[in-house]
C-alpha cells in the first residue's frame, strides 16, 4: 500500500470521491497510466453510494484501458478476517438498514459457503469495507472478481408510476 486515504463520509460522497483517488495518487507519486487495474466493490451499500463508486471506478478504468476488478463488501470483510490457518467459518456481515443485516460465512480460501442472507438484527453492525483490504483482496485472489454491477440487498425504494 502506497498511500491510505479513509473518510467515512455519508454525504456527498460524488464530490469528495475524485479529489480522494488524485490525493492518493499524489501521495504514492503515482499516475493514472501506471495503473494496472482498478479494484471496487459492488455492494451491498447504499443506492446511490453503490452507483458513485462502480460508475468511477469503470471511467478510470476505461480511460486508462485496465481491468475493474469486482468484488463483494462481504468478501472484503472475510479478507480481512482470515487469519493462519484456522478452519473456523468466517462470518461477515454489513448494516443493511432499517434494522437488517446482510451476512454470509466464507471459509479460510475465501469461497462463500452460503448466499448472502438478510436477516434483522439488534443492534447492527458498523463495519466497512476498507480500501486497504480490497486492494489486498485484488492482490492475493484476482480470480475471485466479478464484474463491476451492482449487487443490491433489495429492490429499491423509489417506484415508477403505474401507467396504463
Not at 31 to 37: H, T
Amino acid at each position: 500500500i502506497l498511500a491510505y486515504i479513509e473518510e467515512k463520509i455519508t454525504s456527498n460522497q460524488a464530490k469528495r470521491l475524485v479529489p480522494i483517488i488524485e490525493e492518493a495518487l499524489k501521495q504514492s507519486s503515482t499516475q493514472y497510466s501506471e495503473l494496472s487495474a482498478i479494484a471496487c466493490t459492488i455492494g451491498p451499500g447504499s443506492f446511490t453510494g453503490i452507483r458513485i463508486g462502480l460508475a468511477t471506478a469503470r471511467a478510470i478504468g476505461f480511460a486508462a484501458g485496465i481491468p475493474v476488478l469486482g468484488f463483494s463488501g462481504l468478501e472484503v470483510l472475510a479478507f480481512g478476517a482470515i487469519e493462519g490457518t484456522s478452519t473456523t467459518p468466517i462470518f461477515a456481515s454489513l448494516n443493511a438498514g432499517k434494522g437488517e443485516i446482510i451476512y454470509q460465512y466464507f471459509n479460510h480460501e475465501l469461497e462463500a459457503t452460503c448466499p448472502p442472507t438478510l436477516s434483522s438484527c439488534h443492534p447492527v453492525p458498523t463495519n466497512y469495507p476498507r480500501a486497504d483490504l480490497l486492494a489486498g483482496l485484488a492482490a492475493k485472489y484476482p480470480h475471485h472478481a466479478v464484474a463491476p454491477l451492482p449487487f443490491y440487498v433489495r429492490p429499491p425504494d423509489a417506484k415508477l408510476p403505474n401507467t396504463l
